[in-house]
């Protein structure tokens, strides 16, 4: 197994790169993301399922019209790089968080993740982020970054590490302690956390910055966190497969254009124009190992036009708007928020912890942690939210249980549907309330 701490310290000469590439212009990068996908589809064919697959080798100009990879694929083209390599000894494996259904597991060579790493040393420091003040890192930590306690020390004087399983109370404890002045974690956690802090009023007086990575952020944490904690928030967009695009200080999210290429398409897989949503194909650029080609990562964006005011000819996406179980089907291929029925859920006295889950169209079911059975006028209250947002008379299943425990990688979805599997090309669903 590669180091983790050996990975970072090689990244290095890439972030060093990345400093120069982002200033390109937009068709000098264009260029260079069509070497690297060259490369890319050479290094595909060496795998027996790519060889099955493609028949011959494709060039860059073949991507729009090869064959889309599924989740269900997966496990295939992860059978045929393994029978290429039984050792395991050159490469990191990570598996997928599992939220959106059956987990897959991802094979990584070092390129691969020296290019993320560096992608993310650029988010950080672009946003003010400096190794030697004091971080807070409240985030999942896999078995294969086991060394990470050393990297504390010897690369990142500043930073620590806590695990995103420990509970709030002693999260803003730890916080408080050590008082840093940036902290990185996940969007559900930090909502946690403000929770807490305008519940108990303890806060670090120090933090000047929040990152946020691993979900999906909502405009509501952002401006609530600025409104608890006095700071702004700067998120990156990544998955367990490849980092995909990372949040300025202006405030544009910026393709990772030297890690991966991203396509936005339709339901017939062709391009979406301006101003649509699309559904994001991922092709990696650094992975020689287990390439993927045409991914679909199962979320869902809209592509940004012209360039940002911080001057990077990097393509930007204008809004990410998640997967489709984030969205309640309302009937005729209309969609709503789960996040706009969550905070008129927050709203409701006494609500318990819970989690709800769109089966059908009109029919729910609700976990909630609670000694006893939910009252008759808590269940009249949440029908009556529920229906004001599907415009139906819903049917629920209340269902008490005696804890909701978070994903295997430490992320919260209190609220999703099973029904809803694409997305309206229309954003207009995407509207949020900034608080």
Sequence with gaps: MVPFSNILVTSGPRFLGRLISQRWTPARLARCQEARLEETLRAAMRIPFYRERFRRTPSARDLPGLPVLGREDISALNRSVRGLHPDRASFIADTSSGTTGEQA???????????????????????????????????????????????????????????????????????CRLDPHFLVTYPSNLEALLDRVEAEGARPASLRRVFTWAE??????????????????????????AGLAWECRKGAYHQESEHVLLE???????????????????????NRL???????????????QGACLCGRGLPLLDRIAGRPRDYLSIGTGQVAPARLLALCLGRIPGMPQYEMVQTEPLHFLFRHVSP??????MQQAIRKTLGSTLGHEPDIDWIRVPDLPKSRTGKVDRIFSLVTRTLPANPSFLDEPAS
């Design 105 to 175: 597991e991802f094979l990584f060579d070092e390129s691969h993740q020296r290019g993320r790493y560096a992608s993310r040393l650029r988010w950080l420091l672009d946003n003010g982020w400096n190794p030697l003040a004091r971080s807070a890192w409240i985030i999942f930590i896999p078995a294969w970054m086991a060394d990470m306690r050393p990297v504390e020390h010897r690369f990142f004087a500043g930073s620590r590490f806590l695990s995103i399983f420990t509970g709030e109370k002693e999260q803003i404890d730890w916080l």
């Design 216 to 241: 999906l952020l909502h405009q509501d944490v952002r401006s609530r966190t600025r409104r608890v904690l006095g700071v702004p928030v700067s998120d990156i967009y990544g998955s367990a497969e």
């Design 264 to 286: 936005l398409v339709d339901d017939r897989n062709r391009p979406v124009g301006p101003g649509q949503v699309g559904k994001i194909l991922v092709t990696t650029l650094e």
């Design 290 to 304: 287990m390439p993927l080609i045409r991914y679909e990562i199962g979320d869902y964006a809209v592509p940004g």
């Design 372 to 377: 006893d059975r939910l009252s008759d006028p």
